[in-house]
Structure formats: C-alpha cells, structure tokens
C-alpha cells in the first residue's frame, strides 16, 4: 500500500522544522545568556577594539574615517569566528551534538539553530559596535545603514565560517589554530593593507575568492560615495552566498562525537 504526501503534509513537515530549528535557536541563545564572559565578548570587545583603534590616531582622525568602517567589519567578523567555532567543537567533545542528533532533530535543522542562535548575537553585537563607532567615536560616514548592514553580514559570516570549520577540529585548542589558517590571509589580502589591484597577480587572485575581500571593496566603497550603488550589492549580495554555502557545507559536513 503507498502513501501518497499532499502539500498540507509537506507543509506540516515543513513547520515542524523550523519550530525545531527555533527550539534549538533559543537553546544557543540561553546558553550564551548564562555565559557572562562570552556575552561581553561578544556584545563588547568590538566596540573596546573600535575605541583603542580610535585613539591611537587621535591627532589624525581622518585615518579613523578611512579606515575605521574596514575595521568595523573586520573586529565583529574575527571575535564571531572565534567564538563559534570554540563552541561548536566544546559542544561535540561534551556529547552534546550526540545527544541532540539522537532527537528527531536533523543535522540541517541543528546547524540552522545554531546559525539563527549565533546570528541573533552577531546582529546585537553589530549594532552595537556600529552605534558606538558612528554616534560616540565620530565616525564620519554617509551612509550609516549601509555601513551596519554590512557589518552585520560580516558578523555572520564569521559565524559560517566557524560552523564550518568547526567540523575539522578534534579539540578547542585545534579550533583557535583555525585563525591564523582561515582569517590572517583575509586580513593581509583583503585590501586593507594595499589595494588589491596593486597586489602582485597570483595574490589579487587568491583575494578573489575570500569573503573578506568583498567586505572591505564595501566598505571602502562607502568611503567614496553616498548613495548605495550596484557595486555594493554585487558585494552584499557575494558576502550572503558565501554565508549560505559555509552553512550548507558545515551542516553536511557536522559529526556527531570526535573520531
């Protein structure tokens, strides 16, 4: 005897999963609640960071302008990179992740949960860090919303990539070594050194296919115009892609337990 699915079932199946993607959302965002230490790394240091930036060229407040919006991306991005993926790996080493995998919950929803969870920290901690570099260090911009949207999406994309490359440390400690892996070789080839254009080939190349590289075109694009132009949301809308693809590639490649 066959069963036929009707698209009452499929959509019942389908609100099934996001409740259970939210569940496991709110169980992340109770979890960092209780977390004092990461709440405030979260929510604070890139603001902190932000503010030290700021001073140290205080008698040339014009480099704060130019660079400062680069690095309001950049602090938001590195901190939620650090944090996801620490968590991640503490959540496998623990049994949490096998606990949870032994639920109905599927591996794409519990990645969902947890990038909606982490995402949400990401979105608090942008606003805030944006807030006080536009309105208390004077950041000179044109185009405020524009300049948190993308640090925003930075943020989350951070936690993408720590998701992903969660799944290939056996240990916390392997999760940090990830940093000078995945994030200095943005951060040299990014732009915000030397103009990508100027950077010997094979290196303007490599830049080409870093997800930082289109944050920092964003943000310096910013620098230079007022109005948001089609190259920034060719930038938002590669910086987006690179968030959905390191999600779908953490959910398939999540485990269970340390081999």
Do not use: K
């Given at each position: 005897m066959?069963?036929?699915?009707?698209?009452?079932?499929h959509q019942?199946?389908?609100?099934?999963?996001?409740g259970?993607?939210l569940a496991?959302?709110?169980?992340v965002?109770?979890?960092?609640?209780h977390d004092h230490?990461?709440?405030?790394?979260?929510v604070l240091?890139?603001?902190?960071?932000?503010?030290?930036?700021r001073?140290?060229?205080?008698?040339t407040?014009m480099i704060?302008?130019?660079?400062?919006?680069?690095?309001l991306?950049?602090?938001?991005?590195?901190i939620?990179?650090?944090?996801?993926?620490?968590?991640?790996v503490r959540?496998?080493?623990?049994?949490?992740l096998?606990?949870?995998?032994t639920?109905p919950?599927?591996?794409g929803?519990l990645?969902?949960?947890?990038?909606?969870?982490?995402?949400?920290?990401?979105l608090?901690?942008?606003?805030?860090s944006?807030a006080?570099?536009?309105?208390?260090l004077?950041?000179?911009?044109?185009?405020p919303w524009?300049?948190?949207?993308?640090?925003i999406?930075?943020a989350?994309?951070?936690?993408?990539?720590?998701?992903m490359?969660?799944?290939?440390?056996?240990?916390?400690?392997?999760?940090?070594?990830?940093?000078?892996l995945?994030?200095?070789?943005?951060?040299?080839?990014?732009g915000?050194?030397?103009?990508r254009?100027?950077?010997?080939r094979?290196?303007?190349?490599?830049?080409?296919?870093?997800?930082?590289?289109?944050a920092?075109?964003?943000?310096t694009?910013?620098?230079?115009?007022?109005?948001?132009?089609g190259?920034?949301?060719?930038?938002?809308?590669?910086?987006?892609g690179?968030?959905v693809v390191s999600?779908?590639?953490?959910?398939?490649?999540?485990?269970r337990?340390?081999?």
């Amino acid at each position: 005897m066959t069963t036929t699915t009707t698209p009452h079932t499929h959509q019942a199946r389908r609100s099934v999963g996001i409740g259970r993607t939210l569940a496991c959302a709110r169980r992340v965002l109770e979890q960092l609640s209780h977390d004092h230490r990461s709440v405030a790394l979260i929510v604070l240091m890139p603001s902190v960071l932000l503010l030290v930036f700021r001073y140290v060229y205080d008698s040339t407040p014009m480099i704060f302008d130019r660079i400062g919006p680069q690095m309001l991306g950049l602090f938001p991005f590195i901190i939620m990179f650090l944090v996801t993926s620490v968590t991640m790996v503490r959540e496998r080493t623990s049994g949490t992740l096998e606990r949870l995998l032994t639920t109905p919950l599927r591996r794409g929803e519990l990645i969902g949960g947890y990038a909606l969870g982490f995402g949400v920290a990401a979105l608090v901690q942008s606003l805030v860090s944006s807030a006080v570099a536009i309105w208390l260090l004077g950041l000179d911009v044109q185009i405020p919303w524009a300049i948190g949207l993308f640090a925003i999406v930075d943020a989350v994309l951070g936690t993408a990539l720590g998701l992903m490359m969660s799944a290939f440390a056996t240990n916390e400690f392997q999760a940090v070594q990830f940093m000078p892996l995945i994030v200095l070789p943005q951060v040299l080839l990014c732009g915000l050194l030397l103009p990508r254009d100027q950077m010997p080939r094979v290196l303007e190349l490599i830049s080409d296919v870093l997800p930082l590289s289109y944050a920092t075109d964003a943000f310096t694009e910013l620098n230079n115009t007022d109005t948001f132009n089609g190259t920034m949301t060719r930038d938002l809308i590669v910086l987006v892609g690179f968030v959905v693809v390191s999600i779908a590639l953490a959910s398939l490649t999540l485990r269970r337990r340390m081999p």
